[in-house]
């Protein structure tokens, strides 16, 4: 298995008229043209003043635009610049042995820089300098050239400037500029003052495609909510291909422009990553990104998804967020359109956070988080654990579970029910330092039940300073004095448990999901069970099977899920053991750019109070990193044995998005309104 976890890097949109647009930056790939850095060659230096076409007000004054200033520097989508910034374009040398351009003739490509000189309107001076390629003498022969910003390289055979994703949003002050070209120009020489300049007949970048913006509508939802990946399947628009930039067509809008050239069609999945900011609960916002409308009469249809994380090559998708279709009209080019339908926004309910699996068949030792991931408190009382023991019957493997949980306990324990512990507290209840009535779980609090199987660490003082902790459980275990002499606090701890069953030479655990109960009209309380979340729990016939491990539920995966998704892109990630070490937190490492060329690779846990590259060496002050890596599995391997998770370990570890900073971290474990 090749894990490719992608990372997205982070831009919010803030209306700002005067301002620059926020969008994908492109990632860091290897140049498809022969480019060479103009530095390197030895060739004539060439300096040629051009001009940057923008958009007009209008355009801009449909999107929520957004500019993000870093160090000075604009970062997010480019429409405007700082004077004297400098920007890496691409130029094409063609020589030709008439007066105009062939298919045909030599080319080579230059990587260099522009300048950005003053402003006049929405258009921009800027210089250009670049070394001229050795025997190209635009003195003594017909040469042409073209440019590019925005693209990757441009081919030295086809002349083709490549766009291609996945795009990014900017990282720490860079930006991404849309795709701009120059037509094919023909390059000439004056002599002014004695020295000899160079100019050709129209230097004009400008803006190629169209800036399309999909609307999702917060305004009924109850959970922010923050999208990272769109997913389209449509023949209406494309997203990679390449610039034709010496040969063009007629466009819809009867303009010339190079011919696009791509592969995608009205079944090709097409993905866009980027981070613009979140969507607030009562608010809606458009999301934008670049494409090339397609040539069509009527309407086409469309298919897009939201994701709150990003494609994997080897482990595909994870589940979708958003599901919409509808038919689209056709786009102009060089506009800024946004797309007629507003897309609700999914709705938050309690998710099960993090799981912890101890030995032994009987699945005793376990831990489990329960996160509120909403704006509104959420009574525990109203939910449900549920656990589905294998019990092998009929031919099918899906009748090998049964359709009514074994075990079922609620969320909300009698006092009665715990576990005491008589040399130490073992349980924590702060519902009333949060103002809210036991059982209650306020907005991104979490609530930890643990079996008396299961160690704690001594860190009761350290659960009681993490603010998104509010309840900790310390419920029984099977027999014995861990059981309190009990056998309804041991039956209450039932459906906590984690069994593993053994048949036919495989390895077969309990599924577990919670649901919430809801009384209906005429019946009793608790007659209708809503399912919400799952762990292991599935319907399609894959046996659950999972090893003695920790699950963590990816930052971002907050929405529920109804059955936990195992073939894919999975919302969890695990690692050996060491339980209690992150309870209380959603997700407690965050991405650290200091680290990423450490060991670390960019991770860092929240109580590592060290900063910059130096990460601390004891396990318990590093939380556990190297000596027990977080990986990401492919969940639907039918080979979970500790062997294979070794190779895992090592080979796949996980890292949180570059979204998933320091400050977001914290956020998600406060309260609206709360303090850090």
Same mark, same amino acid.
């Given at each position: 298995?090749?894990m490719?976890?992608l990372r ?5 949109l803030?209306?700002?008229l ?6 994908c ?6 140049v ?5 850095k103009a530095?390197?060659?030895s060739?004539?230096?060439?300096s040629l003043? =051009? ?15 957004q ?7 604009h ?9 004297g910034?400098?920007?890496?374009f691409f130029?094409?040398?063609?020589k030709e042995?008439g007066?105009s351009?062939t298919a045909?003739?030599p080319m ?6 522009l300048k ?7 258009r921009?001076?800027?210089r250009?300098d670049?070394?001229?390629p ?6 003594t022969?017909?040469i042409?050239v073209a ?5 990757k390289g441009i081919?030295?055979?086809t002349?083709r400037?490549?766009?291609?994703g996945?795009?990014?949003?900017f990282e ?7 795709p701009?070209?120059f ?8 002599t002014?003052g ?6 050709a ?6 803006f190629y495609?169209a800036m399309?913006?999909?609307t999702?509508?917060n305004t009924q939802?109850n959970?922010?909510?923050s ?12 997203? /990679? ?6 040969d063009?067509?007629?466009?819809a809008?009867?303009?010339?422009v190079p011919k ?11 993905r =866009?990553?980027f ?9 809606k916002?458009?999301?934008y ?5 397609s040539k069509?009469?009527? $309407? ?6 939201f ?5 994997? /090559? ?18 102009a080019?060089?506009?800024?359109? $946004? ?6 926004a999914?709705?938050?309910d ?22 509120n991931?909403? /704006? ?7 939910y ?10 009929g031919t ?5 579970y049964?359709s009514?949980p074994?075990?079922?306990s609620?969320?909300?324990p ?5 576990f005491?512990?008589?040399l130490a507290?073992?349980s924590?209840d702060?519902?009333s330092?949060n103002n809210?009535k036991?059982?209650?779980l306020?907005p991104?609090?979490s609530?930890v039940?643990?079996t ?7 860190m009761?003082s350290?659960?009681?300073g993490?603010?998104g902790?509010?309840?900790l459980f310390?419920?029984?275990?099977e ?7 009990s056998?309804?606090?041991r039956?209450?701890a039932e459906?906590?448990f984690a ?5 036919g030479?495989k ?5 577990h ?9 005429s019946?009793?309380w608790g007659?209708?069970a ?12 894959i046996?659950a099977?999972?090893?003695t491990?920790s699950f963590?539920?990816k ?12 073939n894919y ?7 050996? $053991? ?5 309870w ?8 650290? $750019?200091?680290?990423?060329n450490?060991p670390?690779l960019?991770?860092?846990w929240?109580e590592?109070?060290?900063?910059g590259?130096?990460?601390?060496t004891?396990?318990?002050?590093n939380?556990?990193?190297y000596e027990?890596?977080?990986f990401a ?11 294979e998770?070794?190779k895992?370990?090592q ?5 949180p998005?570059?979204w ?5 971290a914290q956020?998600a474990?406060l ?6």
């Amino acid at each position: 298995m090749a894990m490719n976890l992608l990372r997205i890097y982070g831009a919010t949109l803030l209306v700002a008229l005067t301002m620059g647009m926020s969008a994908c930056k492109n990632e860091d790939a290897p140049v498809t043209a022969h480019a060479v850095k103009a530095e390197a060659n030895s060739g004539q230096k060439i300096s040629l003043n =051009v001009d940057i076409e923008g958009l007009s007000t209008s355009d801009l004054r449909a999107m929520d635009i957004q500019e993000n200033i870093v160090g000075n520097q604009h970062a997010g989508l480019k429409f405007k610049w700082t004077i004297g910034s400098t920007e890496k374009f691409f130029i094409a040398f063609k020589k030709e042995s008439g007066s105009s351009f062939t298919a045909s003739g030599p080319m080579v490509v230059r990587e260099s820089t522009l300048k950005i000189l003053s402003q006049e309107g929405n258009r921009y001076k800027a210089r250009i300098d670049v070394d001229a390629p050795s025997g190209f003498n635009p003195d003594t022969e017909t040469i042409f050239v073209a440019g590019a910003l925005g693209a990757k390289g441009i081919d030295a055979t086809t002349g083709r400037a490549l766009v291609s994703g996945p795009r990014y949003f900017f990282e720490k002050g860079k930006s991404y500029i849309p795709p701009m070209y120059f037509a094919p120009t023909r390059l000439r020489s004056k002599t002014v003052g004695g020295s000899k300049e160079y100019y050709a007949d129209n230097l004009t970048f400008r803006f190629y495609g169209a800036m399309v913006g999909a609307t999702i509508d917060n305004t009924q939802g109850n959970m922010l909510y923050s999208p990272h990946e769109i997913t389209m399947k449509t023949g209406a628009l494309t997203t /990679e291909g390449e610039i034709n930039l010496f040969d063009f067509e007629t466009d819809a809008n009867n303009q010339s422009v190079p011919k696009w050239t791509t592969t995608q069609n009205a079944t090709t999945a097409q993905r =866009v990553y980027f981070e613009q900011g979140d969507v607030a609960v009562g608010k809606k916002r458009t999301y934008y990104f670049w494409a090339v409308p397609s040539k069509f009469s009527g $309407r086409r249809e469309m298919t897009m998804e939201f994701r709150t994380d990003a494609y994997d /090559e080897e482990l595909r998708e994870t589940e979708a967020d958003i599901t919409t279709k509808w038919k689209v009209k056709q786009l102009a080019s060089a506009k800024v359109h $946004r797309l007629s339908v507003e897309i609700p926004a999914p709705k938050g309910d309690l998710i099960i956070s993090e799981v912890f699996i101890g030995g032994g068949d009987y699945g005793a030792a376990t831990a489990w988080e329960f996160y509120n991931p909403t /704006e509104a408190n959420i009574d525990l009382k109203e939910y449900y654990i549920q656990r589905f023991d294998y019990n092998k019957s009929g031919t099918s493997e899906s009748t090998w579970y049964p359709s009514s949980p074994t075990y079922e306990s609620r969320l909300l324990p009698d006092p009665n029910l715990l576990f005491r512990d008589i040399l130490a507290e073992s349980s924590i209840d702060k519902s009333s330092e949060n103002n809210v009535k036991r059982g209650v779980l306020p907005p991104h609090k979490s609530a930890v039940f643990y079996t008396a199987a299961v160690v704690n660490k001594g860190m009761m003082s350290t659960f009681r300073g993490r603010k998104g902790l509010v309840y900790l459980f310390n419920i029984a275990a099977e027999t014995g004095p861990l059981s309190n002499f009990s056998a309804d606090k041991r039956m209450y701890a039932e459906a906590f448990f984690a069994p593993r069953f053994h048949s036919g030479g495989k390895q077969y655990r309990s599924r577990h999901r919670i649901v919430r109960k809801v009384a209906g009209k005429s019946s009793a309380w608790g007659s209708t069970a809503i399912p919400v979340d799952a762990f292991f729990w599935y319907s399609n016939g894959i046996r659950a099977q999972y090893p003695t491990a920790s699950f963590f539920r990816k930052p971002g995966r907050d929405l529920p899920r109804k059955e936990m998704q195992i073939n894919y892109n999975s919302d969890w990630v695990m690692r050996h $053991r060491y339980e209690a070490l992150d309870w209380g937190y959603r997700f407690s490492y965050y991405y650290d $750019r200091n680290r990423v060329n450490t060991p670390a690779l960019g991770i860092h846990w929240m109580e590592d109070n060290s900063t910059g590259s130096t990460v601390p060496t004891l396990s318990a002050k590093n939380g556990y990193i190297y000596e027990r890596p977080i990986f990401a599995p492919d969940y639907s391997k039918n080979d979970m044995s500790f062997t294979e998770l070794k190779k895992e370990a090592q080979l796949y570890k996980y890292v949180p998005p570059m979204w998933w900073t320091k400050e977001r971290a914290q956020k998600a474990d406060l309260k609206p309104g709360e303090n850090p």
